[in-house]
């Protein structure tokens, strides 16, 4: 609890509520709809100015509502009517720095549903038997990037659809440009707007308190004349209150600057008294004597400050660069005028760079280690970096110039040494300087940058203004968010991404940027409906590529891949099953590849692949259920024009003989060594993975919806022990080429 709102006013003789001090009106509007009392909305959508006390007084009203903190209150105290009944806490998905789609998953998890789809939690919502009840505080917080707009996101997204659930009781904490676009969505007697600033639910009574309370020694205030005083302490409270115009923040930034920096202040001097958050600022310096201009500088980077805060080293720099000129020697003089308004935060940094478990089976990798505690600074209330930002000349040129700062301050241009704040929110700012697209050119910040963050950031970029590197980005930011992989394992997924979309030398960079991947992927075709694969060796000697016209005599057997795929696919051929007899070639010791046991039916669609001609096969369909063989070679692009009887697989020796293993889920792979049992290498799939494959030299195929990638493991592989290493439930995963089966 906060001292400065505890002993306010007492109302008919019942004691205030010892957090909040006040508000009797709503705190009893809000029982009612918590008790679900005839008459009572079924959605409150509470609002006011910034800094009126929404979220202390969400914060009261949920500490009535939750059974540990009820034994804290001395409820028989409090207006009964202001009580909410003993019930099962209400679910609270803090939207606060979160995308509208997490806050919604956030609820899905909390009620254990089993929701594929967004939409199909509000269906299960609307299917319980018993009303649940909601409330969401600070959605002016939510997003991981300001500028992105998230609020209004997760009004539509959520928020809306969410009150449109009978069996939903939603409170929603929510601007006022908000306000009345989530109530629109209801009729009227469903929904009630409490605007706090309104004459009905305005409260100065309790603002009075709350200023007295705050300036009484007990609370910790100075010992001073007005303080010591009861008579001149509640006089000061009464003339602060009635400046303030109803705002909490006001006041508070009031009292904390003469409380910080009593040194010439006098209460007899209305001039003193702030009537708003600006003039709290300004008030502030001039009785410093202090320029308010050279304050609000000072705070200015704080104003533009992302995430949790800004690291304390980069407030010079970028105070520099917004003033224009050297402010060092006003930072170091004016820390103390500066104190009143700002925040310390100890947060603990991510160790991104550190070696984590590959993902799961699930698709979830082991978090980032957490590094030392690091202090970040940022502004007491939003609104005071609203206030900020707003007296600047320009905002968009500001952020440039933030922007560049922190682009400078990036060491040798390398992400990987880049301060975190920096590299996860530099996006941000570019965003509202308009720059984010030409900053979306560098595979190296795609890997290092949280990927929540700058997914958000440039999703609020218009599609067509972004670059090829950046749409590949977006399509594979899903699998990055949802595998919370560390740096590592993201420019892994990237790197293919890359071959995919046809930009190599984006790829080739993730390696020459001293990241360790597991694999360098050899190429990818966007082929649709393969329904398994399989490496061997092609033994015919005179074979054709199907991007050349001329055959070339083989000098020795040629490692291919072999795809099952719909029949009629250009460049396939058609395998009849072989009779008694020819499935395994004489002396090799190896079968031969042919259509048999492949199961009808299991091929999904995909995109276009190279045709034999070179084309594009985009309007391939999947057979009327048969079956066919296409070659593709191993290790480079081009599909092979050959006769499939001709590609041996390899032995069940010499799988057991090769340095991995693999094993497969329904969307992921782990390759595994198999003298030492560890994962060398884990791959997510944002696709349902139709057929896989790992060539004894340690080349694995994969095939999904989208089409078919061959990824070279990179790592070495370990030397076998003395004594066999046992294995413990890792399974290998036999080639998925439609003759056994998928023994993963």
Not at 254 to 265: C, D, K, R, T
Not at 274 to 294: F, I, K, Y
Request: hydrophobic letters at 45%.
């Amino acid at each position: 609890m906060s001292a400065s709102e505890e002993g306010n006013a007492r109302t008919a003789g019942y004691a205030p509520h010892p957090h909040i001090g006040g508000r009797t009106a709503v705190l009893r509007a809000l029982a009612a709809w918590r008790m679900r009392w005839p008459g009572a909305p079924r959605v409150i959508v509470l609002t006011g100015n910034p800094g009126s006390g929404r979220s202390r007084l969400v914060t009261g009203f949920l500490m009535m509502c939750d059974p540990g903190y009820r034994k804290q209150l001395p409820l028989d105290e409090l207006d009964p009517a202001t009580v909410p009944p003993d019930l099962p806490p209400p679910a609270v998905p803090s939207p606060a720095g979160r995308t509208a789609a997490q806050v919604l998953w956030l609820l899905a998890d909390h009620f254990g549903l089993r929701a594929g789809r967004t939409e199909d939690v509000f269906t299960e919502l609307a299917a319980r038997e018993e009303p649940v009840t909601i409330v969401v505080p600070d959605v002016d917080r939510a997003g991981p990037v300001r500028a992105a707009q998230e609020p209004a996101r997760l009004i539509r997204e959520v928020l809306a659809p969410l009150a449109a659930v009978e069996t939903v009781q939603l409170l929603a904490d929510v601007p006022r440009e908000l306000a009345a676009e989530l109530a629109a969505t209801l009729p009227s007697g469903q929904v009630q707007v409490i605007d706090l600033d309104a004459p009905e639910w305005a409260d100065p009574a309790g603002l009075v308190l709350h200023a007295e309370t705050a300036l009484d020694p007990d609370t910790g205030a100075p010992e001073l004349p007005y303080t010591t005083d009861p008579s001149a302490r509640r006089a000061l409270a009464e003339a602060l209150a009635g400046r303030a115009a109803g705002s909490r923040l006001t006041v508070q930034l009031a009292v904390q600057s003469l409380i910080m920096q009593p040194e010439g202040f006098d209460p007899a001097d209305p001039a003193l008294l702030p009537g708003s958050v600006g003039e709290a600022l300004d008030v502030h310096a001039r009785r410093l004597g202090a320029d308010p201009r050279t304050l609000r500088l000072m705070l200015a980077p704080l104003a533009f400050a992302e995430g949790e805060g800004l690291p304390v080293q980069l407030l010079g720099p970028l105070a520099n660069a917004v003033a224009g000129r050297d402010m060092s020697q006003d930072i170091a003089d004016g820390m103390l005028l500066a104190a009143p308004f700002i925040q310390p935060v100890e947060a603990g940094t991510v160790d991104d760079t550190a070696d984590a478990a590959p993902a799961d089976g699930e698709g979830a990798a082991d978090a980032p280690g957490a590094g030392p505690a690091r202090t970040l600074l940022r502004l007491m209330h939003p609104a005071l970096a609203e206030e900020i930002r707003a007296g600047l000349p320009d905002v968009r040129d500001a952020q440039t110039k933030i922007a560049m700062a922190l682009l400078e301050a990036v060491p040798q241009q390398d992400w990987a040494q880049a301060d975190p704040y920096i590299r996860d929110h530099l996006a941000a700012h570019t965003l509202e300087a308009g720059l984010l697209p030409q900053l979306l050119t560098d595979p190296g910040l795609f890997a290092h940058a949280d990927p929540v963050v700058l997914r958000a950031a440039v999703e609020a970029v218009p599609l067509e203004a972004l670059g090829a590197p950046a749409r590949t980005y977006l399509r594979t930011a899903p699998l990055l968010t949802r595998s919370q992989a560390p740096a590592e394992m993201r420019a892994a997924f990237l790197e293919t991404a890359f071959v995919e979309d046809g930009l190599t030398p984006y790829a080739e960079a993730l390696h020459a940027r001293g990241f360790r991947l597991p694999w360098r992927t050899l190429w990818s075709a966007p082929l649709p409906g393969v329904q398994a694969v399989t490496t061997g060796a092609l033994l015919q000697g005179n074979t054709e590529s199907t991007q050349s016209t001329e055959g070339t005599e083989a000098a020795g057997p040629r490692a291919v891949v072999a795809l099952v795929v719909p029949e009629g696919t250009p460049g396939s051929r058609t395998v009849s099953p072989p009779t008694e007899g020819t499935g395994t070639e004489a002396g090799t010791g190896t079968e031969a590849v042919t259509a048999e046991g492949a199961t009808e039916g299991t091929g999904t669609g995909a995109t276009a692949a190279a045709g034999p001609d070179g084309a594009g096969a985009a309007d391939v369909a999947a057979g009327p259920g048969g079956r066919a063989i296409l070659l593709h070679d191993l290790r480079s692009p081009e599909f092979l024009d050959a006769d499939p009887a001709q590609v041996l697989r390899p032995s069940d020796d010499e799988r057991a003989a090769a340095p991995f293993g693999l094993s497969r889920g329904a969307d992921y792979l782990r390759v595994w060594a198999r003298a030492t049992q560890e994962v060398v290498a884990a791959l997510v799939s944002d696709a349902p993975i139709t057929g896989a494959d790992l060539s004894p030299d340690g080349v694995l195929v994969v095939a999904t919806e989208r089409g078919v990638t061959a990824r070279q493991i990179l790592a070495a592989a370990p030397a076998a022990p003395t004594v066999p290493a046992q294995r413990a439930g890792t399974t290998d995963a036999d080639a998925s080429h439609g003759l056994e089966g998928d023994h993963s």
